[in-house]
C-alpha cells in the first residue's frame, strides 16, 4: 500500500476528467439526436457502463493510495471482480445495442468488413500481448495495490515492442471492430465515446498516479 502526503488526492486531476466527460457526453448525445435516438434506454446504458468503470477505477486507486481504504472495504478479490465485471460490461452493453441497431450504418459489405479486420486484428493481439506478456491482473491496476508490481520490468514483448501504451492505443479498436461488424451507427457514436473516454481515464487519473508510483518517468 502506498501512502503518504504525496500520493494524488480524490480531486488530482478530476476537473479535467469532467471536462472532458461532459464534452464526450454532449458530443454523443448530439450524434445519437442526428441519428433519430435510436434504442434510447440500450444506447444510454452502453454509454454509462464505461462511465461507471472509470469513476469506480478512479476511486479505488485514490483512496488506496491516500489510505489503503480499498483493500480494507473489499480486498483485491473484491476489487477485481468488481473492475472486470464493469469491464465486460462495457462489451455486453455494446454488442447488445450494435445488435438490435444493425445495419443502420448503411456500410457496403466489403467496407464492413475490411474496416472490422482493420480494427479487429490489432485489438485482439493486443489482448493476447496482454494476457501472455503483461498480465491481467497487473493490467487491472495491480500496482495501486501492491508494490512488487512496481518493481517489474518494462513490458517490450507483443505489441509493447511498439508502443508502450498499447492497452489503450490499440485493445479499444476492439469496440470499434463491433460497431463496424454489425454496421451500426449508434453502437459507432459508443465505441467512440468509449475510446475517447479511456484517454480521459489516461490523462486525468492514472498518469499523474504513475507519476507518484513511479517517479517523474512512469
Known amino acids: 500500500m502506498a501512502t503518504g502526503p504525496s500520493a494524488p488526492g480524490l480531486g488530482v486531476g478530476q476537473a479535467l476528467h469532467a471536462a472532458g466527460l461532459a464534452l464526450l457526453l454532449a458530443a454523443s448525445g448530439l450524434a ?18 464505461p ?32 473492475f472486470f465485471s464493469l469491464f465486460a460490461g462495457r462489451f455486453v452493453a455494446l454488442v447488445a445495442l450494435a445488435w438490435l441497431d444493425r445495419g443502420s450504418l448503411g456500410l457496403p459489405a466489403p467496407m464492413r468488413e475490411i474496416a472490422t479486420l482493420a480494427c479487429a486484428l ?5 489482448a493476447y500481448s496482454v494476457a501472455r506478456y503483461f498480465g491481467l491482473v497487473r493490467a487491472a491496476g495491480a500496482d495501486h495495490f501492491e508494490p512488487r508490481y512496481r ?34 451507427a449508434a453502437a459507432l457514436v459508443v ?28
Request: charged share 15%; glycine share 6%; aromatic share 20%.
Open 122 to 126: 490489432p485489438a485482439a493481439y493486443t
Open 151 to 184: 518493481q517489474m520490468p518494462l513490458v517490450r514483448e507483443g505489441i509493447f515492442r511498439f508502443t508502450r501504451n498499447g492497452m489503450y492505443c490499440y485493445a479499444f479498436l476492439a469496440v470499434w471492430a463491433i460497431a463496424f461488424g454489425f454496421d451500426s
Open 51 to 82: 462511465v461507471a468503470h472509470q469513476v469506480f477505477v478512479w476511486l479505488a486507486w485514490r483512496l488506496e493510495l491516500r489510505s489503503g481504504a480499498t483493500l480494507r472495504a473489499v480486498g483485491f478479490p473484491g476489487y477485481l471482480a468488481v
Open 32 to 49: 445519437w439526436t442526428r441519428l433519430g435516438e435510436p434504442l434510447p434506454l440500450l444506447f444510454w446504458v452502453a454509454i454509462a457502463v
Open 191 to 218: 465505441a467512440a465515446f468509449n475510446h475517447a473516454y479511456i484517454w480521459v481515464h489516461y490523462f486525468a487519473t492514472e498518469k499523474p498516479d504513475m507519476r507518484f508510483l513511479y517517479g517523474a518517468t512512469p
